[in-house]
């Protein structure tokens, strides 16, 4: 049976209603394009529930970027890093002529293996990067005592962490240099494109906030409030253009409104997931532990090896089906850029190749109904038992 394109269930889409379309208009109509009032009520909200600053920017890549650059990350550095991330973790460590060094999987959480950062650790690392997979938390106290005690900087990836708790804290207050979120499309808060980063120490934020916008000493909003004339700026710095739209942190404030009612549809098609795909021969995703949240930006399986089916025909099926899946991720020491610069094989990082191979993403966002659901659980079941 082959389902026409039209009720193709995707794998992921953004919760979009009414009121942030109207948002987006009376961002508009207030002649606010850029950033703004609603940009600075964004960082307002996200400061005050994580404490530290909160600087608003255009992509969780450029709030890395921005960060690793405030912390003194340059040339001849090394950070280390997953593997098994988005390319964009590692990318702008290249972006500032330092290196990755990646450090391998736990194989039950996907998340960075805390006993394998000590020995990756040079005289040139200058940061760890943990990146907490799906939106389940790293294991903060071990990499932040490593870090401490070899006095490294740590920048949180928390591209799928909000909301995420690590022992009953939020993803983002914890003691880490800077923390950094993702509100692109298919994000837990999306505007499309835009992130934020949250930085513990004022210097780092208001090297973040400066070098976002071309290395001004104030930026647009400042620049119209304040006593000083518009023009009278100085440059300090070669900076970037990583600056948060208006129009897009209006879709932002009415997103994080929102947040609580989407993150419980969110933890609600998990736990069904887990309740009607118990016994098939699949890993689930590990839950938080007890008293923590999982945010829930990706349920992930892993088809065991008596499954019957590979992976990859796994996904074609689900797709004959009229199903949309994914892969989170193949890892980063398996794409050519990567391998090539850093001379690395397939087995540099086995648990995170073995994972690449055997992940499926399902989907899972709030705007997905029962039905919807009710359809790919079926689907599974077929093509499974
Ligand atoms: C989505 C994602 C990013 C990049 O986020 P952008 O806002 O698109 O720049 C970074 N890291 C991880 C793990 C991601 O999933």
């Keep these: 049976m082959v389902t026409s394109i039209n009720s193709f269930l995707h794998f992921a889409l953004p919760d979009i209603g009414e009121a942030e379309i109207s948002a987006v208009v009376e961002s508009l109509r207030s002649g606010w394009m850029t950033t703004g009032p609603s940009s600075k009520q964004l960082e307002t909200i996200f400061a005050d529930r994580f404490g530290g600053e909160a600087v608003g920017v255009n992509s969780c890549t450029a709030g890395m970027h921005l960060a690793l650059e405030a912390l003194g990350v340059g040339p001849g550095d090394e950070v280390i890093t997953t593997p098994y991330t988005f390319t964009a973790t590692a990318e702008v460590v290249r972006y ?68 995420t708790t690590y022992k009953g804290r939020d993803v983002g207050s914890l003691e880490s240099d800077a923390t950094v979120f993702s509100f692109y499309a298919t994000k837990t808060l999306a505007t499309g494109e835009g992130g934020m980063v949250v930085a513990r120490d004022s210097e780092v934020a208001g090297r973040c906030r400066t070098m976002r916008l071309h290395g001004m000493d104030r930026d647009a909003f400042n620049r119209y409030r304040s006593t000083r004339p518009a023009w009278q700026y100085d440059i300090i710095a070669p900076g970037f253009k990583y600056n948060m739209p208006d129009i897009l942190a209006s879709i932002g404030l009415v997103q994080y409104s929102r947040l609580g009612e989407m993150h419980a549809k969110r933890s609600q098609l998990a736990e069904r997931y887990n309740r009607e795909l118990f016994g098939l021969p699949i890993q689930f995703p590990p839950q938080a532990p007890l008293g923590d949240i999982h945010a829930w930006h990706l349920y992930e399986i892993r088809l065991k090896d008596d499954a019957g089916i590979s992976r990859d025909a796994f996904i074609d099926q689900m797709s004959e089906r009229g199903i949309g899946t994914s892969v989170h991720f193949i890892s980063l020491h398996l794409m050519s850029y990567w391998s090539k610069t850093y001379g690395l094989t397939p087995d540099s990082y086995p648990n995170a190749a073995l994972a690449s191979g055997a992940a499926v993403s399902l989907p899972i966002y709030s705007k997905m109904t029962d039905d919807d659901q009710t359809r790919i659980i079926e689907a599974i079941h077929s093509i499974l038992s």
């Excluded at 990756?120 to 939106?135: E, L, R, S, Y």
């Design 96 to 163: 500032l002529g330092a290196d990755p060094v990646f450090v391998d999987i736990d194989t039950e959480t996907f998340n960075i293996d805390p006993r394998l950062i000590e020995k990756a650790i040079t005289k040139k690392t200058k940061a760890i990067m943990p990146v907490h997979f799906g939106g389940l938390a790293c294991d903060m106290d071990a990499i932040l005592r490593i870090a401490r005690s070899h006095g490294l900087k740590v920048v949180e990836d928390a591209a799928h962490a909000l909301p």
